[in-house]
């Protein structure tokens, strides 16, 4: 039997079955996607490197869905913001994938290209070269956590006996948009700081 004129596989398919297996299990193995795929687990190390190399392309897929455009166009401050709040979105799309990401460092060229430009940009804007990874890595933190928590239930807190948690069942109630809310109040307490660490 004569060899298929197209490959059976390739990296974009690899990423796509390393991605739903996340999605829906929180981890992948090699074996896993060559099952999906229909071909030998051996194939796979032609199109990749390995376990390694196909963490960084979900990497690099989910961050394509980040918009760096504005780093260009908006004042530092306002860039940030719109960063975080894409960065956010395109991570709440995957949120199994955030330990398994956050566990490996950054390889993917593409995405250290972001980082380039976030860099840039800051230190354009004043910060001291010293501070600038500081001030990302705060706004990741947010960012991350904000975007698992989008992943969490819809309600976190079931209050049964209102006579035991009174003033807990009334601030509940009292902010039915909690999770977007918090989010923008704790992005703007970080441009806050950033600003005054600015000077």
């Known amino acids: 039997m004569g060899r298929p004129r197209t490959s059976l596989i ?15 299990r929180g981890e992948f193995s090699v074996p896993a996607i060559a099952r999906r795929l229909g071909v030998q687990t051996g194939s796979l190390y032609h199109h990749v490197d390995g376990r390694d190399g196909i963490v960084e392309l979900m990497r ?32 709440a799309a995957h949120p199994r994938a955030i330990p398994l990401l956050m ?18 940009m800051l230190a354009g804007a004043g910060f001291a070269m010293g ?36 003033r807990l069942a009334e601030a509940l109630a009292a902010e039915p948009e909690g999770r977007a809310a918090a989010f923008e109040l704790a992005l703007e307490g970080c441009l806050e700081r950033f600003r005054a660490l600015r000077g």
């Open 103 to 120: 566990a490996a460092p950054v390889r993917a060229p593409r995405v250290l290209e972001q980082y380039e430009r976030a860099v840039v």
């Open 131 to 166: 501070d600038t990874m500081k001030v990302i890595i705060a706004l990741e933190n947010l960012i991350l956590g904000s975007a698992l928590d989008l992943a969490a239930p819809e309600t976190m807190w079931v209050v049964g006996d209102t006579a035991l948690t009174p």
């Open 60 to 91: 690099e897929r989910v961050c394509e869905a980040i918009d760096a455009s504005m780093f260009a166009t908006l004042p530092w401050d306002e860039a940030l913001a719109a960063w975080a709040r894409s960065y956010r979105a395109a991570f």
């Open 10 to 24: 390739d990296r974009e398919r690899i990423t796509t079955e390393a991605l739903r297996l996340v999605d829906a």
